[in-house]
């Protein structure tokens, strides 16, 4: 079932297109990262998405309708934007009393989601005096009030700490277990590799591919990095076996699609020293900086021509 | 809507901001009606005591807070977006103009209940001082009650006026700025030189509800009618222009 639905959402600021025809679907009771370099138009797409920012052309749905159709709306979307969205001088219980109040939630809830994400002990501080990671606990604990079947956060790891980001992704994942859906954005893939199922990467306001991230793995094919006096000889010795090999300086290259296995026999077959040899495993990050950049290169060719 | 109000309260009460400028509301009182007295019938000070106007006079400070209470209303809706609150607040309620009704409501609550304290506080002041001076004053009568009144009702619509401002501008230093900039520079100016526009600007028509130099200014309830469609006024325009603007 469909949870979240972006239908060729367009948005302009002036000559800016900061989003462009960009369509996904988040599936119901999963964790969809939504990943992109900075300024690729993640926040404005949410911000579209929860009526906070109205779209130049497209459309988009929570649970088959609008956000601002939505009855009960902050009951059935939790969100966190921004690290910074409270009054300074309003205490953290406060602050969420104020927002069970508003949505007709009883005001019980602000103590419940403090436990929840770790605040108890500081519910009666002043927000003003709080650290960038427990203020993105507090917006965490806002959106957690009215046990919304649809989290939506944006960049929610940034100024957390190792530990915080452990905790965060093992909340999530206990989130997603119960059914609710997931939408969670970032610049950084390794950091929610750990956590999301499907993956939604968008470079320059363009999609540039929604899938699996078991998908995404099986998108790359592991090589052998070997360092040898004999490159030349290795790779004829390789090629006769069907293996490709990418030189890369007169002393290292690089076997495609093969073992380490299949190389050292190669290399012993034809007498090759080998001074160095190891395994290439896939690269998420790497292989999200191609498909980000290579899509940055193309928009660039094509503003050019 | 209730739980829009109830919650905007809640806000009011859950900052410290906000009990300072209203003790500073309070704080003008006092000073105004003191000083009103004492300098009653002397050169450069208001009309004699023994007069209707002289009364009056020291009877409008009742609404010598006016100006905190117009800087509480811009807060209420400028400080949204100061703060970025106004994320979480229009993701509760995502139709704006409700939430711009019920600030105008709650700062029209706040604004009427400093005002009647106010009233209390001036009279408090005014009484006994007047009577070791041997004028007694009718406070149901119809100059001194009138006034009164008058200064609550302004005050009530300053506030209200105050969340229009923050809504038309949406920078709080600015909205501020330009709203006290106005009101103590621009309406004062006009007010007293250019009589003839200075009545109809927002500043001549709480002027006229606080009825102290009848004549210059519109009827009291002329005063009362303008100065509420210039706070619905802002309220709506800024609704309509300012408030559906992206928030980025």
């Known amino acids: 079932m469909t949870s979240i639905q972006i239908h060729n959402l367009t948005k302009r600021f002036g000559d800016v297109v900061a989003v462009d025809n960009l369509s996904f679907e988040v599936a119901q009771g999963s964790i969809t990262g939504f990943l992109g370099p900075n300024g690729a138009g993640k926040t404005t797409t949410l911000r579209m998405l929860l009526g906070l920012i109205g779209p130049t052309a497209g459309s988009s749905t929570i649970a088959g309708k609008p956000y601002q159709e939505l009855v009960d709306p902050f009951r059935r979307v939790g969100a966190v934007l921004e690290a910074t969205s409270f009054h300074p001088g309003r205490r953290a219980r406060d602050h969420l009393r104020v927002l069970c109040v508003a949505a007709g939630l009883p005001v019980a809830r602000a103590d419940e989601v403090l436990d929840e994400v770790g605040l108890a002990d500081v519910g009666d501080r002043r927000v003003k005096g709080f650290s960038l990671g427990m203020r993105q606990r507090l917006g965490l604990a806002a959106a957690l009030l009215g046990e919304p079947e649809v989290l939506i956060l944006d960049e929610p790891a940034n100024g957390l700490d190792p530990e915080g980001v452990h905790w965060l992704r093992k909340f999530l994942r206990n989130y997603a277990g119960q059914g609710r859906s997931v939408l969670v954005s970032s610049h950084l893939l390794a950091e929610i590799a750990q956590t999301v199922d499907d993956v939604v990467i968008v470079a320059k306001g363009r999609l540039v591919t929604q899938s699996s991230l078991a998908d995404l793995a099986g998108r790359t094919k592991p090589g052998v990095w070997v360092r040898t006096p004999q490159s030349q000889e290795l790779g004829v010795a390789l090629a006769s076996k069907g293996i490709t090999a990418e030189l890369q300086s007169a002393e290292t290259l690089v076997a495609l699609e093969t073992t380490t296995e299949a190389v050292g026999i190669a290399a012993a077959g034809a007498g090759v020293v080998i001074f160095e040899m190891t395994a290439q495993h896939f690269d998420l990050e790497e292989f999200f900086l191609d498909l980000t950049t290579s899509t940055t290169n193309l928009s660039t060719e094509g503003a050019s021509q | ?248």
């Not at chain 2, 410290?16 to 309070?26: H, Q």
């Open chain 2, 1 to 248: 809507m209730k739980n829009l109000i109830h919650a905007e309260l809640l806000k009011l009460r859950t900052t410290r901001m906000i009990y300072g400028l209203a003790l500073a509301a309070l704080a003008f009182v006092p000073i105004s009606a003191i000083s009103a007295i004492a300098a009653a019938g002397k050169s450069g000070g208001g009309p004699a005591l023994s007069t209707t106007e002289g009364i009056r006079n020291v009877m409008s400070a009742s609404s010598s807070g006016a100006l905190s209470v117009l800087i509480i209303g811009i807060l209420m809706m400028a400080g949204e977006f100061r703060h970025n609150t106004a994320t979480s607040t229009f993701l509760i309620s995502p139709n704006r103009g409700r939430v711009v009704g019920a600030k105008l409501a709650t700062s029209a609550l706040v604004g009427a209940a400093l005002a009647l304290i106010s009233s209390v506080l001036t009279l408090a002041v005014a009484l006994p001082w007047l009577a070791t001076k041997h004028i007694h004053v009718d406070i149901f009568s119809h100059n001194v009650g009138l006034v009164l009144l008058g200064g609550i009702a302004a005050v009530t619509i300053y506030a209200a006026v105050g969340v229009g401002v923050g809504s038309l501008i949406r920078n709080q230093t600015a909205a501020v700025v330009i709203a006290l900039g106005w009101v103590l520079v621009v309406d004062n100016l006009l007010v007293s030189f250019v009589h003839e526009v200075g009545k109809w600007t927002p500043g001549g028509a709480a002027a006229a509800l606080t009825g102290t130099s009848s004549g210059r200014f519109l009827p009291m309830w002329g005063g009362a009618v303008l100065f509420v469609a210039y706070g619905l006024a802002f309220a709506a325009a800024g609704t309509r222009f300012t408030l559906r603007r992206d928030v980025v």
